[in-house]
T-cell receptor, first 114, second 117 residues
């Protein structure tokens, strides 16, 4: 079945450091790929998404590129802030109407220190 | 917009009792709601999908008689954990999809921490 593997955390960085959180997937066909963020005490929020190969999703300084050849969707940010401290989840969803099931990775906790 | 709430945020109950968790879409009508379970350091596992006015569809391995889901209106779904046991202790998260345009995005609630003693 479909699955998502993301790097284990926790990840601790200093403010303004470069961030990469790796995510790879196993799926049939051409799924849509997502990054969700969960801030302390809150629900998951969609951070960015990409629906086809070579698409780049971006939001709030975060980017991820859909790489079909490496089945990856790594999350990057050039300069993290303390406010980016959260848990980040990579996820996939199969294409097509009615294909609503999201498959999540285990999440990566990021802590950014001032 | 697209806010989903859950109530309660935390609940502690005794083994053998039942617990009801509510999931509400506050500013949109949710035609479909989802219930997930999250174990520590594990990913979210989909338990079931419910559409308003119809029976929920459960994922393989999820006991439908133990985890009762009701989606009686376009803004409310409930998950009832019946005859709870300590192994049911977990973090339960709901999400909702709806509105115009069929974007298929899910909006997540903040979760409910269930502890069964």
């Amino acid at each position: 079945g479909d699955s998502v593997t993301q790097m284990e955390g926790p990840v601790t960085l200093s403010e303004e450091a470069f961030l990469t959180i790796n995510c790879t997937y196993t799926a049939t066909g051409y799924p849509s790929l997502f990054w969700y963020v969960q801030y302390p005490g809150e629900g998951l929020q969609l951070l960015l998404k990409a629906t086809k190969a070579d698409d780049k999703g971006s939001n709030k300084g975060f980017e991820a590129t859909y790489r079909k050849e490496t089945t990856s969707f790594h999350l990057e940010k050039g300069s993290v802030q303390v406010s980016d401290s959260a848990v980040y989840f990579c996820a996939l969803r199969q294409q097509g109407e009615g294909s609503e099931k999201l498959v999540f990775g285990k999440g990566t906790k990021l802590t950014v220190n001032p | 917009g697209a806010v989903v709430s859950q109530h309660p945020s935390r609940v502690i109950c005794k083994s053998g009792t039942s617990v009801k968790i509510e999931c509400r879409s506050l500013d949109f009508q949710a035609t479909t709601m989802f219930w997930y379970r999250q174990f520590p350091k594990q990913s979210l596992m989909l338990m079931a999908t419910s559409n308003e006015g119809s029976k929920a569809t459960y994922e393989q391995g999820v006991e439908k008689d133990k985890f009762l889901i009701n989606h009686a209106s376009l803004t409310l779904s409930t998950l009832t954990v019946t005859s709870a046991h300590p192994e049911d202790s977990s973090f339960y998260i709901c999400s909702a999809r709806g509105g115009e345009g069929g974007t298929y995005e899910q909006y997540f609630g903040p979760g409910t921490r269930l502890t069964v003693t």
